[in-house]
């Protein structure tokens, strides 16, 4: 009888929630925002509440599928069932249309909730962050700064496939955007699925060649692709954007002393002694080159 309860319990609460779900759904479908604003704001503010309801819920959920042993395949299979009928609903409130309020008070107000969600991602507080990028986007949907910072936010927590949707919306809506095909890279490089990573980087260096970080980043997919000829390409570009910066240094010595390119490695490590003279790896680069033929 006992074990029977928590199964109970999951029941009633995935069909609550979900009544709740598509009730605000409907809703917000029939919505004509332009008419109602205030109605629009009450819409918006429920899919915010209730994004975050969600995923404590799939915790509390999955904690008491464990406990109803007997009943444990069943209940896992409702729970899964359930929450992809929740997540549907969930991505459908977060990037649905709406109109931005471009008055000064709330685009200081949209500054104010960015910046204070960079500071908490920079304590690693990524689910406080992300509540105020949500915030941000609800006040001003058109914020391209604010789906930056959630994508990122959901990076940082580890959650790929909320950090995959929303840089894929973001692409969809801003597609002049380069940041946000670097981004969809970051997340498909996480994933292992590196020739996507390499398009995406490649498609915002078409829009935007020179940030060097697009072409690091490039370099490195091409390096784990194991095509060191590439990435030597790459680098070389992105040198004539940084010349003396570090990092590039370092990566294009690697790259030569993988391609066994001896005189390219002694002239980048010459670069390296002047620029850096402190550079602590000096004397094993110069043990790298000899070794060269």
Known sequence: MLTIIPLV?????????LMIASRHLKKAAALDV?????ERDAVLKASLLESRLLRKME????????????????AQALFAKGMERIRKLERAYRFQGGLPDSSKKAQTKVKELI???????????????ESRYLSAIKV???????????????????????????????????????RGFASLAAVLLAQGKLEGAKDHLLHALSIDNEVVEYHMDLADVYLRLNDPEKA???LQKVQALAPNNPKVLDQLFTVSVLLGNKPLAEEVLDKIKKTNPDHGRI???EKKVKGLK
């Open 59 to 74: 915790g509390l959920f999955k904690f008491a599928s464990a406990v109803a042993a007997p009943g444990r395949r069943g």
């Open 9 to 17: 319990v999951i029941i009633v609460s995935v069909g609550a929630i």
């Open 140 to 178: 001003d949907p058109e914020s391209t700064d604010a789906y930056q910072g959630l994508g990122d936010a959901y990076l940082g927590m580890g959650e790929l496939g909320q950090a995959l949707e929303t840089f894929e919306y973001y692409t969809r809506q801003w597609p002049q955007e380069a």
């Open 34 to 38: 332009s008419q109602l604003p205030e």
């Open 232 to 234: 030597l390409s790459s």
């Open 115 to 129: 910046a204070e969600a960079l500071e908490l991602v920079r304590a690693g507080k990524f689910t406080q962050a």
């Open 283 to 285: 004397a094993e680069f």
